[in-house]
């Protein structure tokens, strides 16, 4: 069964090579589970899909628990689906998961998820509202459940276009993806509460943001963390939010609001899902690049977790770095497939594992600020191994060497944050090389293989060696 998990995994990567550019999709969902199997009682889904012209559509979704006290359960993987009218103020939508996860002790096993949904929807302006019924699975644990649930899907409208840089159009209308932002925060506990019942210190985070263009005074965007030093080996969260300004010369003071969900390691945040709020300052330089400082506050809704959150960013405006062939516009991969890693003797904590080499969704966002210079943001999630909930997240910076129109390199220096499921990550903070071989199908697609390793900052602990295989989709933003 699990050799036909990974073909149907595969087959997913690979359908949508010729449907990239045909629509992108923001889809929010909340669900209750049927059955109460866990400490999970509710999920939230967030989509990013690709629709095309005849209804067919993929992409990636991250699930998290949102309700109950399994906050810090995490699942990402893959999305596909069909979705028609039914009459001219319905639309149906039928749909398949397949990914893996874990967290907050809720998995023992793989972490194999999938999940079967239908739904019904109606347009209300210009987003799709509607119900529907799921059937969920997690390989590991004890929940196999139908679900029910609420759905917005939000079309985002991104000025993008398909393609390598040297076959994109130029797209003149939609909302532009304002700006990138590395984060590092620390997360200040209020309540000092940990899942085994013990004092829960400080946690250092690193993360990211993409900013995208509202209005002048104002930006929505969406941000993840991940923990690397402190007290909270393995917590993540994600949150998406507005930010609204006041523009005073160079210096803008903003307010900002948010809602997502956290947890993960010994973090006790309740069901999951978290709200923030905080108040800061942008200060532009005359390059464009910025500075930003900010004060706020995360907790969960349910009131079991509260931190105050210092956290600083640098914040790069893709404007002001036109990496594809036209000057306004900036070059992207978005990236999908498989990692294996090969344990090493130190790779679990105190304990000798006999299970197989981990298997894990990966997927990757390349930001190019150069014609063969990118910055990369990655995450992965166990789908098979016996480690459901161990995840890691990377950010780095890459160079991509084209040897012909058909064939490239790419080499990757990273640091990142990972936890979780027994593997010894020695506090979270990891190191990671990877190197990356590149078929061009055509302009559109790449079938990437690719080897590496990653290890811990302070030594000992994990240090496997690393084999990817997934596919590339090359698009361009204009500014």
């Known amino acids: 069964m699990r050799k036909h998990f990974l073909i149907l995994s595969m087959a997913l990567f690979l359908t949508p090579l010729s449907a990239f550019a045909q629509g992108l999709e923001l889809n929010l969902g909340m669900e209750m589970l049927a059955k109460k199997q866990s400490d999970i009682e509710g999920m939230h889904q967030l989509s990013l899909i690709y629709r095309t012209e005849s209804g067919y559509y993929f992409g990636q979704s991250l699930y998290s628990s949102a309700i109950g006290s399994g906050g810090g359960f995490f699942a990402g993987g893959v999305e596909a689906g069909l979705s028609g009218k039914l009459g001219p103020d319905i639309v149906w939508d039928l749909g398949q998961f397949v990914g893996g996860g874990g967290g907050a002790s809720q998995v023992a096993g793989d972490g194999l998820m999938l999940r079967t949904h239908a739904a019904l929807l109606v347009p209300v302006g210009k987003i799709n509202l509607g119900l529907g019924a799921s059937w969920i699975k997690i390989s590991g644990s004890d929940i196999s459940t139908p679900a029910y649930g609420l759905y917005l899907f939000q079309p985002l409208d991104l000025r993008i276009t398909a393609g390598r840089p040297d076959a994109a159009l130029p797209a003149e209308s939609g909302t532009e993806i304002k700006s990138f932002k590395p984060i590092y925060s620390i997360y200040l506990p209020q309540n000092r509460t940990k899942r085994s019942g013990g004092t829960l210190d400080r946690i250092h985070l690193i993360g990211g943001e993409f900013a995208f263009a509202s209005s002048a005074r104002s930006e929505t965007f969406i941000q993840a963390n991940g923990a690397v030093a402190g007290d909270a080996e393995g917590y993540a969260d994600w949150f998406i939010g507005k930010r609204y300004f006041y523009r005073q010369g160079r210096l803008h003071p903003y307010a900002e609001i948010g809602i997502g969900t956290a947890g993960g390691g010994d973090v006790d945040t309740d069901g999951g899902l978290m709200s923030m709020a905080g108040l800061g ?9 910025a500075l930003e400082a900010a004060l706020g506050a995360r907790s969960s809704l349910e009131g079991g977790f509260l931190a105050l959150t210092p ?63 990118y910055l990369t943001g990655q995450g992965y999630t166990a789908i098979l191994g016996d480690v459901g909930g161990y995840q890691v997240g990377l950010l780095g910076i890459g160079y991509q060497i084209d040897f012909t129109k058909n064939f490239s390199l790419s080499i990757e ?67």
């Open 281 to 289: 300052a942008r200060y532009n330089f005359a390059t464009g690049i």
């Open 311 to 373: 956290h600083i960013k640098a914040s790069l405006p893709l404007s002001q770095l036109p990496s594809g062939r036209n000057k306004r516009s900036v070059h992207w991969q978005l990236s999908t497939g498989l990692a294996l890693q090969k344990p090493n003797p130190g790779y679990w904590k105190g304990h000798k594992h006999s299970s197989p080499s981990p298997i894990m969704f990966e997927t990757a966002i390349d930001f190019f600020i150069r014609e063969h210079l």
């Open 413 to 479: 220096p990273l640091i990142g944050a990972g936890g979780g499921a027994g593997v010894d990550t020695q506090g979270g903070l990891l190191l990671a090389y990877r190197v990356d071989t590149d078929f061009w199908l055509n302009n559109s697609a790449a079938i990437s293989f690719g080897f590496g390793q990653i290890t811990t900052v302070k030594g000992g602990g994990m240090s496997p060696d690393t084999y990817h295989v997934g596919v590339k989709l090359p698009f361009s933003s204009w500014h």
